[in-house]
């Protein structure tokens, strides 16, 4: 019995041995480094500054304000860019330069900026555009924009991006995107613009860029 101890004994210690030589021999691969938003302001300076201002401001209607937007939206958009997921030739340049990490330290540096308030320019369509935005039109299986993107446009990190106070101009034409199919890497948003014509869209893309 006790040479069967013995024996046991050995066998686990032989084992144990052998694990910690496997864990030493093949140590976990450190943890990923966390974005850096300086890095990201040196590379916001050189390479996105031209259509969006070093700091992500109000700049031309046509771009976005990148100001305050989640970081893993940010991401997410410039892999896509770069994979040719979402179709734009400059922003595929762009972004084609840039790494995983630059992407992640580009997107924080951004992300810690506050997004400065817009305003609705046509009064005639607030009144749509808000019902849109916190009702939807229910006859048309519209949904509420408010249910993924929050009442006061901040959107839902990770998930929905920021659109209060965004540029009516750039809402506007990345929903005729949507609708049109030229823009498909969201098919919820695909599935909501195809329901929307001209006025619904011009009406909400406008009472977005009131958002606060």
């Known amino acids: 019995m006790k040479s069967a101890a013995r024996f046991s004994l050995s066998i686990l210690l032989a084992a144990c041995a052998a694990a910690a030589f496997a864990s030493e021999s093949n140590p976990s691969a450190p943890a990923a480094a966390k974005p ?15 259509c969006h201002t070093n700091d992500g401001s109000r700049g031309v209607p046509a771009n976005p304000i990148l100001q305050g937007q989640h970081p893993e939206y940010l991401v997410k958009q410039l892999t896509e860019f770069k ?13 084609s330069t840039l790494s995983e990490a630059d992407m992640k330290d580009v997107a924080a540096y951004f992300a810690t900026k506050k997004a400065k308030p817009g305003f609705a320019a046509n009064k005639d369509t607030v009144a749509l555009g808000e019902k849109i935005y916190r009702g939807g039109i229910a ?7 408010a249910g993924c993107h929050s009442p006061t446009g901040s959107g839902i990190p990770a998930l929905y991006p920021r659109l209060g106070g965004q540029h009516a101009e750039y809402t506007e034409t990345q929903l005729i995107a ?31 860029a009131g958002l606060r």
């Open 178 to 208: 949507y609708r049109a199919g030229t823009r498909n890497n969201s098919v919820q948003m695909t599935g909501v613009a195809a329901k929307l014509n001209d006025r619904e869209i011009k009406a909400v893309s406008d009472y977005v």
């Open 36 to 50: 850096d938003a300086a890095k990201g302001d040196v590379i916001a300076n050189g390479v996105c500054v031209a």
């Open 139 to 145: 006859e048309r299986s519209i949904p509420a924009c």
């Open 83 to 95: 994979s040719g997921k979402r179709a734009n030739a400059v922003m595929m340049g762009f972004a």
